[in-house]
């Protein structure tokens, strides 16, 4: 039976050994955790969540969406796993984080053609192997990728939002709805905290004002050539969002469109919203407030919502360093390096943003690497697949600009229009081709 090795046990890599072992193909799934842990994860659970609990869209003519339906096409089970343990969240996937990663786990650890060894590796295999080591590679197994690739890694601070617990919600003043909700107020997927604009404004200049923590814990990052504040531009913190302008929050997480308050029967002026984090809906994480801010001061500002002001934190926000390779000089579009045939890589290490551009990066990391073992054409999907075009941008951008990238229509080909179409209709189209491409390309290979 051919083998392979697998390192990391996180979204890509539990997708990527599963693809293999559904070809018959013995996996060695290495996962550092709980004996190494990160400055992130809270549990030695495989697939472990550690921002959101948004898979994002579920809209058929959405970016995510038509990720998620390639995906389905291409029978992912990381995928089947989120939809088994989802929570309400309006039109987005959103999961329960324990029970998404317990299933995984069981999934994995049931399949008799994986191995799940809780080890460090230190060095890449000079066999078959996939590095889906995610974000927090370890010290020593990033050394060995550079010494691999004579290129240096990139890198930049990502940041998570706290999670407050249900019962110290005053939903005297918080309301439950979902944007444009056409029903019943109560019935609502999201709890909403509305600001008045005075509430708003005192509110902007407390986070601006606040202390942060500092960056001590990445001091090599930085002595490596990181610039100190280089945040990805699609997780930035709070505070970092209202540096921009007192009206920024208002026009990004906290903007009130699609919401009206039934106390008051009108829109508020901003709005934070939260999500259910947990089967229990005991949980809720308060949606976009990314933060780096010391432990004592979120506590005294996010009081400051309304509806929060005796909010019990089941978790703070903070921030951790992601590192990513230069893909756009290392991979293939097939996810394969360019010095090995036999050596891939997937998930956010690649550049690849969001949990289901991880999955669907360790799913197709998974499908070439079988193939290879099996002395079969590796497959590039096309560039009007949203997958085709997450792998195309990571490893085709300019270096210069590169940083990670999310499923979304601008990376896709144009489309030929005779005339303007609103936003509705322009997703129906690209979602509409990217099927009939993928499922074109599909039926002469015989992958699925």
Sequence with gaps: MNSITIIGGGLAGSEAAWQLAQQNIHVKLYEMRPLNPTGAHLTGDLAELVCSNSLGSNLPDRASGVLKNELRLLNS????????TALPAGAALAVDREAFAKLVTEKINAHPNIQVIREEVKDIPASPVIVASGPLTSDSLSKSIAAL???????FFDAIAPIVRAESINMEIAFR???????DQDEGDYINCPFTKEQYYDFVHALKDAERIELRSFEDAIRSGVKAGQFFEGCLPVEIIAERGEDSLAFGPMRPIGLKDPKTNRRPYAVAQLRQ???AASLYNIVGFQTNLKFPEQRKVLRMIPGLENAEFERYGQMHRNTFIASPKLLRPTLQHITRDDLFFAGQITGVEGYMGNIATGLLAGINAARLLKEEP??????DTML???CHYVTHADLKDFQPMKAN??????LTLDKKLGKRERGQLYAQRAETSLKEYLSPVGAR
Aim: proline residues 5%; aromatic residues 8%; contains cysteine.
């Design 77 to 84: 089970m990381l995928l089947e796993c989120a939809e088994a």
């Design 149 to 155: 690739s004579g290129q240096e890694h990139l890198f």
């Design 177 to 183: 709805a979902s944007r444009y909700d056409k029903g």
């Design 277 to 279: 984090d947990n089967l």
């Design 378 to 383: 590796l497959l590039t999907l096309p560039a």
């Design 388 to 390: 085709g075009a997450l």
């Design 409 to 414: 229509f601008g990376i896709l080909p144009e």
